[in-house]
DNA sequence: TCACAAAGTAACTGTTTAGTTACTGGCTTT
DNA sequence: AAAGCCAGTAACTAAACAGTTACTTTGTGA
């Protein structure tokens, strides 16, 4: 399960044939190994299911380290519950917003948020998980304030652009644009398994999926056009 | 352990009157308020969160009660779930779609939901820890599965409808249609700790409540019209 | 009125769990 | 070259947990 440490201070550890462990003395690696380790068992299980054994034995490490590294398992989720949304907020600034037509960039964002999502399920996971406790780790988090407030002022310039040009109706809001995208992709993603066993249809077949990428474009800009 | 119970020495058993505690001999009562209470505790801790002895105690009986009516921890879980399928499915009935115009019955259909997501938000919070879980337990459930389908027939029939009037673009769907509906108003709710905590504005307020209601029939009416 | 079945209780059990302790080994510094 | 510190390990502990047992209470009908 383990390769050869390649970082930069690669050691030569292995004289003698000792064992081939995860840890084998490289703390960066070490920390990293835990952080995914519970990502896939917080988005997995949730909070009150993940196993602190569970996430220990899938890093590779021991659990030890990860209350070395983390403190416990509390701040263990919000360390991943962080890395999570800078990943989605990081991914979106490659958009740029600015240099796009107003229709095209909202299309834009709505097909890159709708492919975000497919692509990192666990973010919805830990969403959902989050919201459960009333985000109540997310409301401690002092390092997550201003990475949003960022994005929605560059929807907001995009929109007014558009308002300017008589595209857009005046009123349209840029929280409740990003909400209608948000919304349409997030439901249909992480409620796709009791969706698919009610309703009968396989929500995660490729042309069902590229239909409903389809309908979120043009329901989000039918509900900002005059 | 299991101290203050409040049952210790309210053996009188209330021969004048109906006891107000569950479990003075009366089973209906007592399962019934076993049900109740693990629907707040499944809603707000998760399957995996959920305390069998916090169960007991919110009902006002006891463990041995629980295992004697459900079985175990899982198939009172399951009987939640049903429940609460079985609640909302009922209360669309008294909807009535056959007898509304086309236009307005997909209005009352998205307000009816708004409504009904907005004064149950357990019902919510479980639908998400279903999810989580691959719909794990729906799955096994055969009390549900014909419950929908007469459900999106109905919504079919009022498409068809509005399709024959040429109110309605031929190619809408009934999925579709309720995606839409359930996805707008599902995300707003059930997200609404995270959203107001990144974006700082309160979702819960009543004019912004109402705007959202408002869009959800908007948007799906746009959705739809020729 | 009394037997018995169903409803209910409290204390218990074996297991799982988050978190800790006591220890090993190797790299770096002086 | 030895001291000291940091990464890492395995075995341990106290508490929490789902599920059980042994027992008591109460309404009913023969």
């Not at 909070?47 to 209350?67: F, P, S, W």
């Not at 558009?162 to 439901?187: E, H, Q, S």
């Amino acid at each position: 399960m383990d390769k050869g440490q390649a970082q930069g201070k690669a050691k030569k550890a292995g004289n003698g044939g000792r064992a081939e462990r995860a840890g084998s003395r490289d703390p960066e690696r070490t920390r990293a190994s835990i952080l995914a380790a519970a990502t896939v068992e917080f988005a997995e299980n949730g909070i009150g299911g993940a196993r602190v054994d569970a996430i220990a034995e899938r890093a590779g490490t021991n659990k030890r380290m990860l209350y070395h590294y983390f403190g416990d398992k509390e701040q263990l989720y919000l360390a991943v519950l962080e890395e999570a949304y800078i990943g989605i907020r990081t991914a979106e600034r490659s958009l740029n917003l600015s240099d796009l037509a107003p229709e095209q960039g909202v299309a834009e964002l709505a097909m890159f948020t709708w492919k975000y999502f497919r692509e990192h399920p666990e973010f919805l996971s830990l969403l959902g998980t989050e919201n459960l406790h009333g985000a109540r780790w997310l409301r401690q988090s002092t390092r997550l304030k201003e990475l949003h407030s960022h994005f929605i002022d560059k929807l907001a310039e995009l929109l007014d652009r558009g308002k300017a040009k008589g595209l857009f109706r005046v009123d349209a809001d840029p929280l409740n644009v990003y909400l209608t995208i948000a919304a349409l992709g997030y439901f249909y993603l992480s409620n796709r398994h009791t969706l698919t066993t009610i309703f009968d249809r396989d929500l995660m077949d490729e042309s069902n999926l590229e239909d409903w990428r389809r309908h979120i474009v043009q329901v989000t800009l039918a509900s900002i056009r005059r």
